[in-house]
């Protein structure tokens, strides 16, 4: 394993949607900084290649598969933390449902809207109150929750995926004023990485060149442009941070 500064040595973390992309990168810079990791999403086997790796690196990671917004998973996934660690420090919620464009007037908006949603914003609160007892219990933790650009911006044929965004932020301010006394800390990324499901979208709708030049630093991100700034949230150097919103995307959004 890389030398680290165990940063997050003795914590345990859970990741969703950590089978690739911004998850991966995520999962794999907290094992780096010490912590022990859960690693959910839909597909087992990519989970597993990812918490083979982590291991490979001197790392602690176990995979387990998990849909966001079903909440049995998201219990069964806080349930497993605990009876593996004893324990549950940070809880990040990075897998959400990304809905292709469609405009307003469609019909098939409102279906559009239930599938954001339950991934992302019941998705994030299912885990939140699963994991909010413990942390009570334990004398705090760090909730990390994922924005988007998207939901500032207002893109059209995007309302779907920037409502639910915007949503998450909504959660994440209330619950950090609510749990702020109980030292349970909560925030937003905005985080603009080269995903798979990026790729994808900028090739077919051709807007490569339009999005990259609304980047102030010129270039796309990476995941792990977006992991130092997790990490920095998850651990103790960011003690009195919280219901903030962090842009992790290049200039692309100013707050």
Request: hydrophobic letters at 40%; a negative charge.
């Amino acid at each position: 394993m890389e030398e680290c500064s165990g940063r997050l040595a003795g914590k345990v973390a859970i990741v969703t949607g950590a089978g690739q992309g911004i998850g991966e990168a995520i999962a794999a810079g907290y094992a780096q900084e010490g912590a022990k990791v859960i690693l959910t999403g839909r597909t087992l086997g990519k989970l597993e290649d990812v918490a083979a790796k982590i291991a490979s690196a001197g790392g602690t990671a176990l995979a387990l598969q998990a849909t966001a917004g079903d909440k049995a998973d998201s219990e069964k996934t806080v349930a497993r933390a605990l009876s593996e660690w004893g324990r549950v420090d940070v809880l990040v919620n990075n897998a959400h449902t990304f809905t292709d464009y469609l405009p307003i007037d469609d019909p098939k908006m409102e279906e559009h809207c239930k599938v954001d949603f339950q991934s992302a914003f019941y998705g994030s609160l299912q885990l939140m109150q699963a994991c909010h007892p413990h942390m009570v219990a334990q004398g705090g933790g760090s909730i990390i929750n994922m924005g988007s650009s998207y939901g500032i911006r207002c893109e059209p044929g995007f309302l779907a995926y920037a409502a639910s965004k915007e949503a998450i932020r909504a959660l994440t301010k209330t619950a950090a004023r609510e749990w702020g006394p109980q030292h349970i800390r909560v925030n937003t990324i905005l985080p603009s990485a080269l995903s798979p499901k990026a790729i994808w979208y900028l090739e077919e709708s051709q807007t490569y060149d339009l999005e990259l030049s609304k980047v102030a630093m010129g270039r796309f991100g990476t995941p792990e442009d977006i992991a130092p700034s997790a990490i920095f949230l998850a651990s103790d150097e960011s003690a009195f941070v919280t219901g903030q919103t962090l842009g992790v995307e290049g200039g692309a959004t100013m707050l």
